[in-house]
């Protein structure tokens, strides 16, 4: 084994016969220290916050609220469902409000404006976690029609900026932050269907809205998953809905990828998520609560190891390399002939 001291000699002689390149590794130095400082930086007055969330049924969204109640933050937590909202009502301090939201239905969001409206009175709102998303359906292009991308577009981007526009008035007043939750896959595109078309979406909505609102004091950051156990990545769910896309295929597409394809997919599929999605999700929650708590929050948040040790620094790489990936993650069909 090398030692340390082995180590050390070469690289103090290289740096004191080259003073340029002291000067850059210690400006490096430096800046890492600034940054890793700076980055601890935290805001005051906590209780003196609110902060609105979608989708906190479960998953990333029920485990935040939960996370800043504890904190002494004014959550007011937007559920799709009764039994969410009771749930998780049941599990909070009495500070945590409930209300019930469907991001895809103007007048359901109106009404949660006018209820966060009267909870921030003239503070404002401090935080907005747009959290509320879906995956399916998600599969092979060809499988779909239009109305499917459509079901995943409406909630995962339409309803984020729709969300958004109606609770700006609200974030100006506490000059606040926006956290909106995209994913590795609004980075490089994996699969079909609307999730991979939704996040790059998300992404660059949040990159225009972040330098619009800057003039105002408004901070927005960007969440950026990898895979992760939550009700987006269920297994079953998944699997019976490709099912369904596979059943409606006309007979001659069918034979276009093969008998086994559908059963050869949906094993590669398992199998891969099963090895990626990581069940700690309090790895994507402490970035919203960094990107809520922070004096200086960071404009994207990686989080999850296969995000930032895998997935972005592939999405840097020539294109074959990121198609590659995917040719060996998911079978080829039957018939290949180009067209």
Known sequence: ?????????????????????????????????RWYIRDSYKVEGFSQKHVFITGCDSGFGNLLARQLDRKGFHVIAACLTEKGAADLGAAASPRLKTLLLDVTDGSSIRKAVEFVSREVSERGLWGLVNNAGRSIPIGPTEWMQLEDFKKVLDVN????????????????????RVVNVASILGRLSLTGGGY???????????DSLRRDMQHFGIKVSIIEPGFFKTNVTRLDLIDADLKRLWTRLPQEVKDSYGATYFNDYVKAQDFSMGILCSPDISKVTRCMEHALTAQFPRTRYAAGWD?????????????????????????????????
Do not use: Q
């Open 307 to 339: 995000a930032k040790l895998f997935w972005i620094p592939l999405s840097y790489l020539p294109t074959f390399v990121s198609d590659f990936v995917v040719n060996v993650l998911l079978p080829s069909p039957k018939d290949k002939r180009n067209v």
């Open 157 to 176: 981007l339409i309803g984020v900026v729709d969300v958004t526009l109606h609770f700006l008035p609200l974030l100006k007043k506490a000059r606040g």
């Open 1 to 33: 084994m090398v030692s340390t001291d082995c180590l050390a000699g070469p690289l103090l002689e290289i740096l004191l016969c080259h003073p340029a390149l002291t000067c850059v590794f210690l400006l490096a130095f430096l800046a890492a220290v």
């Open 196 to 206: 991979c078309l939704s996040k790059w979406g998300v992404e660059a909505f949040s």
